[in-house]
Structure formats: C-alpha cells, structure tokens
C-alpha cells in the first residue's frame, strides 16, 4: 500500500518543504525538486510513521477496551436488593 496525500495536502507539503530549505539551507529548492523529496518520503520514511500510528491506534484502542469492562459493568439482579432492607414498623 503506497502512501498517498490528497492534493492540496501535497501542494501544501511542496511549499512546506520549499520554505524549509529557504530558511534551513544554503540553496533554495524548486517545485519539482521539492515534489521528489516528498515523493521520497511518503515512499521511504512515511511507512515507519504510518505503522507507529496504526500501533499507537492499536494499543489506545485496547487500552478502552480493557477498561469497558470497568466502565460500564452493571451488577445484575438488584431489583430485590431494594426490598431486602428491613422495613419499619409504625
């Protein structure tokens, strides 16, 4: 599965990584250069952090799963618990 940005999310990461070499770097990078390195990223780095999400998502998830149990436990059969308190006599 390759790693895909929606468009404007992709123009939005070219001029990211442009603005970055303006301020970071010696040279500036053009458009196309700056596509490269994302497409490069998204096919080498990306999937790293991509499968740490899915592991972090995971475990979150497991973790309130867990916990359901605690959260939302009713005692069963109470209805006669009410009654089982002496009663006062006038």
């Known amino acids: 599965m390759s790693i895909e940005l929606p468009e404007d ?4 990461a ?4 442009q603005r970055y070499f303006d301020t970071n770097m010696d040279e ?5 250069a700056a596509g490269a390195l994302l497409g490069f990223f998204l096919e080498e780095i990306a999937p790293a952090v ?3 999400a899915i592991v ?5 998830l497991q973790a309130r799963i867990v916990e359901l ?7 069963p ?4 618990r009410k009654y089982a308190e002496p009663r006062r006599r006038k």
């Open 14 to 17: 070219i001029a990211s990584i």
């Open 77 to 80: 059969f109470k209805y006669w």
């Open 28 to 32: 500036p990078i053009g458009n196309i």
């Open 69 to 75: 149990d605690i959260d939302l436990h009713e005692e």
């Open 50 to 52: 991509y499968n740490q």
């Open 9 to 12: 999310a992709r123009t939005q």
């Open 56 to 60: 972090d998502a995971q475990d979150s």
